[in-house]
DNA sequence: AACTTAAGTACACAATGTGTGTACTTTATG
DNA sequence: CATAAAGTACACACATTGTGTACTTAAGTT
């Protein structure tokens, strides 16, 4: 949402054009990975020249740190936050949290790999992830806030400590691991994630409230 | 331990400058992280050519592939899985597991990085990863068809979804989240880790039956 | 419609990195 | 000691990231 550098785009071509790229980026990296997302392969894609790219990513790691902001818009992220909120209580919101991050991280997995390298190889690129880190921890926070809030926190877990594993979980390892590796379905890892969550962090939630175990 | 290519060393000078090698290898990705990991550095801080490098690793996929191999053996994973299959019962390997994920994992991640991001851009590296990831996935197997043996296994879960979801847990991004940006202890990591796994796959755990909650 | 400036093109260039080729020299080992 | 493997010292081809600069085209402005 937040544009990641101060200027706003001044030209009506130059706007399209960065739409172009964007679109570009994207789809290369959806379809042939991140080592094929060269700043050539993005300006042939998007039918420009590679200076231009550099036009308006003088770097790989904006380019990538922008793209991370338009796919998180393209793809919902908003939305399907929304529906966690939308949860009548702290548990259903833990399930509904699970249903987001099936729903959601799974069509983000090479977005977040790219920017997870991006991360890790360019300190330019440090400002943007703090961001994206700040808000997802707080999402976090106020997922656990709300079960502590209703007294519902299980033994041995602190609103903290919650909050903290809540963020760790969100990890493109494990549900790669999952959906790739396993050939889990979308269905079958929000269930078992909620399964995992209410199970952990739901006091007297041995087994859940939910149409019964998942047995898929 | 089963050494990557096929042709053993032939020359006790040759076997001194691959150790050599690995342990350059090693001390880079330790100090420097991935992205100083070239052949250039590796061969400067050997103390020789760069083109011998390229005689006992044809390229920096196989270079990754054989220091995972290395490192594995230099920090002692078959000692640290050992402790828990050396565990009484189920619901205690689990907790042995959590300790051992978060005593060699947390050591381990710059180079599983390395490793990973070898996977993804290197087709040739594919058996070296089906290896890797068949031994874990056993581990976890054999760790759960003992949970289900002891009639242990929570509601939800079979043999296979809980032995996958515990592979999905053996995360670099998780515990990286945790240890570094969240900068857990690894006593913390280890008594967290234990009681979600036990919360989540031990039938009637409550609360684990340890010292107590982990109260740091 | 003419003017002006931003955006994009078409080159060329430097710096790194991977990986190969080849003739020469050193070192292990029978 | 003789021989073959291991390592050296070059040089090369290629890909990729960035930068520089003169030119052209499209978009706003008056």
Redesign the pocket.
Known sequence: MAPTSISE??????????ATLLAAAHAILKEEGF???????V?ARA?????????????????VGALFDHVSAVEGLAESVAEVWAAPDAAAALDAWAAHLARYHTRLIPVDRAVQRVWRL?PDAAAHRERVVAEKLSTCRRLADRLNGEGRLAAGWTAESAADMLFALISSDMIEALVVDRRWSRRRLADHLALLFRSTFVAGDGTPARPAAPAH
């Open positions: 785009p001044v030209n009506a071509r130059s706007r399209r054009t960065r080592e094929a997302l060269t700043m050539t392969a300006a039918g420009v020249t590679r200076r231009a790219v550099y036009m308006h990513f003088p770097t790989r790691a904006e380019l360019d």
